[in-house]
């Protein structure tokens, strides 16, 4: 199973919006709404924000939103703070009941 | 609340065998499913495989098929991650991950605090 495709790198300054895709393929995102995406600051353990598809677990912020057309999922960080400096993954369930991890994304706030 | 606690650091030699525990507390431990995750250094997070932890069913990565056991001790609300034919490559953080889906294991909502492994002759 071959890694969802991230952009290596997003950058926006404060206030501003930026989407973050990832893209897999039938087999995975296209095939099932149970992609999710993790933020991870350096050194630290991932972090949960969105899971299928678009749903934010508790205590997650508004600012971060999601969605999904065929075999691509976004993220979307609205109102970009310091804080969100960090590295975004995308994952997904897949057709052999596996689970695939983007090549993450490094989010720099300008 | 939900605490997932592993094992320390380790440095292994090439072709050894490691093997990681994640002791679970704050909730049910057969009622999950834990994945294993690993991040190499500067890499991407890449997932190991899973452990239905009330009926011990697992689900190894391809790519670490034969090389990767995962098991658990429902008495000691424990599980463990054991890699063999260690080498260089295999020098990342492992993490262990609890999943509260049923019947498809695709969300992870608690980590790990992660067990660095440095495999280094």
């Known amino acids: 199973q071959s890694a969802l495709t991230q952009p290596a790198s997003v950058s926006g300054s404060p206030g501003q919006s930026i989407t973050i895709s990832c893209t897999g393929s039938?087999?995975?995102?296209?095939?099932?709404?149970?992609v999710s995406w993790y933020q991870q600051h350096p050194g630290k353990a991932p972090k949960l924000i969105i899971y299928?598809?678009?749903y934010r677990p508790s205590g997650v912020s508004i600012r971060f939103s999601a969605s999904k057309s065929g075999n691509t999922a976004s993220l979307t960080i609205s109102g970009l703070q310091a804080e969100d400096e960090a590295d975004y993954y995308c994952?997904?369930?897949?057709?052999?009941?596996?689970?695939?991890f983007g090549t993450g994304t490094k989010v720099n706030v300008l | 609340q939900v605490q997932l606690v592993q094992s320390g650091a380790e440095v292994k030699k090439p072709g050894a065998s490691m093997k990681v525990s994640c002791k679970a507390s704050?909730?049910?431990?057969?009622?999950?499913?834990l994945h294993w995750v690993r991040q190499a250094p500067g890499q991407r997070l890449e997932w190991m495989g899973w452990?239905?932890?009330?009926?011990?069913?697992?689900k190894y990565s391809q790519k670490f098929q034969g090389r990767v056991t995962l098991t658990r001790d429902t008495s000691a609300n424990t599980a463990y991650m054991e890699l063999s034919g260690l080498r260089s490559e295999d020098t990342a953080v492992y993490y262990c991950?609890?999943?509260?889906?049923?019947?498809?294991?695709?969300?992870?909502?608690?980590w790990g605090q992660g067990t660095p492994v440095t495999v280094s002759s």
């Open positions: 299928d598809v678009s």
């Open positions: 452990i239905i932890a009330g009926n011990g069913n697992t």
């Open positions: 039938s087999s995975d995102i296209g095939g099932y709404n149970y």
């Open positions: 991950a609890r999943d509260p889906s049923s019947s498809t294991w695709r969300v992870i909502d608690y």
């Open positions: 704050g909730y049910t431990f057969t009622s999950y499913t």
């Open positions: 994952s997904s369930y897949t057709s052999t009941t596996t689970l695939v």
